[in-house]
């Protein structure tokens, strides 16, 4: 399904596009299954329509909004954006959407939120994955963002990529895109939205937390303990050419940097 | 019929490396949908993922015989095939080794030291394979001959090699725990089975007996 026409941007113009058939069939979407195929194989029965965002915590401006809601005026851009997961891969995709910092204003948040809380649907019904009895998920998978990481310009709310309708394996109707952070920081499916005084508890850093912190930012010189950051394959990657490149701090978006002045980037991880 | 039942068993364990090789040629022209895009990764934990299915096979022959306790099992057949399957798990760990090597550390061996340091699975993995090699190499007729007794005791090393596979396979969960604990176990079962029966032979005349 073609979405509404989307302005254009400069960013990533310069960047070669990871082929559409790739964004959307290599996927970590666990509440589909873990395997990387199973979200694109299993993602249809997601119902996205109707769709509604909760929202709530330190704002003025609280309840229960549809998707129509939500991006009612809302101006669409295209932007294309590296995507960097922290399983060492990494594509470019032309996302669709708008800065979160023009949702964000609507709902009025006081001067006490200090984070922001997105959670993803749960629904064993329609995500396969969630009814697995050996999963380390404890569902609904939940994500979190400082203030300012979420005010800042970069950040967005997904509503397409390539010119049409997100996919749903690729986090339909309305996902988040942080492209300065490790993928999963991301968070596909959004059914509620919470300011918060505190820090957010958030999916894998539940998990292990010595393998993904809060923050999440990419970074070439702080490791996961199972493999090295440092560099990372650009898919499609080849057999025999593996495409693999220099992972680069902040995924290369270097005008985020100053979000962490001061902060400790090997213990803040 | 032991030469048919060996063509059968040679076939039945050549199948998944014909697959994974169509899969590679297929690649090359384009069709990359097989192995999805991360290709190399896709090789490396299927040749894994069947080196540890032959070594299960392999460890599970001597206790099938026994649970089974079918006289034409107990007298040829099953053990005549266990060479092979024991041979097939070091061809498949081989492979998973050669394509870690190729398509993963892309022949960068100067980060293979201090990968294997931070990352203990590696080196768990590693020094099964080692294990692996000298019951490869000396699974010959030859060998056992020349070996006499020796032959035994060397064999055993597949047990701690086994053990070392699992937790090789268990140190990399991520999400799903399920494959990775599934194989752990069925390792403990195979050499509990055997550890029950040394207990038992040790002490003929405890109540198992």
Request: charged letters at 20%; aromatic letters at 14%; proline letters at 6%.
């Amino acid at each position: 399904e073609q979405i509404g026409a989307a302005r254009e941007t400069s960013f990533g113009e310069d960047e070669v596009l990871t082929p559409y058939s790739s964004v959307t069939q290599y996927n970590n979407f666990y509440e589909f299954g873990t395997g990387k195929d199973d979200p694109y194989r299993y993602a249809s029965k997601l119902k996205t329509d109707p769709w509604s965002v909760t929202v709530d915590g330190e704002c003025e401006v609280k309840g229960s909004f549809t998707l129509e809601d939500l991006l009612k005026g809302q101006s669409l851009e295209e932007r294309i954006y590296r995507l960097r997961c922290v399983e060492a891969w990494s594509m470019v995709i032309p996302w669709i959407g708008f800065p979160l910092a023009d949702l964000i204003k609507r709902f009025k948040p006081l001067a006490s939120a200090k984070y922001i809380e997105f959670i993803t649907l749960e629904d064993k019904k329609q995500m396969p994955g969630q009814r697995s009895a050996f999963s380390t998920i404890d569902w609904p998978y939940r994500e979190g963002l400082r203030m300012d990481e979420a005010m800042h310009p970069l950040t967005i709310m997904a509503v397409g990529l390539y010119g049409e309708v997100l996919p749903n394996q690729n986090g339909a109707p309305l996902r988040l895109v942080v492209p300065w952070k490790y993928g999963f920081k991301s968070i596909k499916s959004i059914v509620a939205i919470r300011f918060r005084e505190t820090m957010p508890r958030t999916t894998w850093n539940d998990i292990a937390p010595n393998e993904y912190g809060f923050y999440a930012n990419v970074n070439p010189q702080v490791d996961h303990p199972r493999w090295s950051q440092a560099s990372e394959r650009r898919l499609p990657s080849g057999l025999f050419k593996p495409n693999r490149i220099s992972t680069r701090l902040f995924n290369g978006y270097d005008e985020v940097a100053s979000l962490y002045s001061g902060m400790d980037l090997h213990k803040y991880y | 019929m032991i030469r048919l039942r060996r063509i059968v068993l040679f076939v039945l364990g050549i199948t998944p490396f014909l697959y994974i090789g169509q899969a590679i040629v297929r690649l090359q022209s384009g069709e990359w949908e097989i192995l999805g895009p991360e290709p190399g990764k896709a090789v490396v934990w299927f040749t894994g993922t069947w080196a540890f299915n032959f070594l299960l096979l392999t460890l599970a022959v001597t206790p099938l015989r026994r649970l089974l306790k079918q006289p034409w099992l107990i007298q040829h057949r099953l053990i005549q095939h266990r060479r092979m399957l024991g041979l097939f798990a070091f061809f498949y760990a081989s492979l998973h080794l050669l394509s870690y090597f190729a398509f993963l550390l892309e022949w960068r061996f100067a980060e293979l030291g201090a990968e294997t340091i931070k990352r203990p699975y590696l080196l768990l993995g590693m020094t099964a394979w080692l294990l692996l090699l000298p019951l490869a190499v000396t699974s010959t007729r030859g060998w056992q001959r020349r070996l006499k007794q020796g032959w035994k005791r060397l064999h055993k090393l597949i047990y701690p090699l086994s053990v070392l596979v699992a937790v090789h396979y268990l140190l990399q969960i991520r999400s799903s725990w399920f494959e990775p604990v599934l194989y752990a176990a069925l390792v403990l079962c195979l050499l509990l089975l055997r550890w029950q029966k040394a207990t038992v032979a040790k002490h003929p005349d405890g109540h198992n007996s």
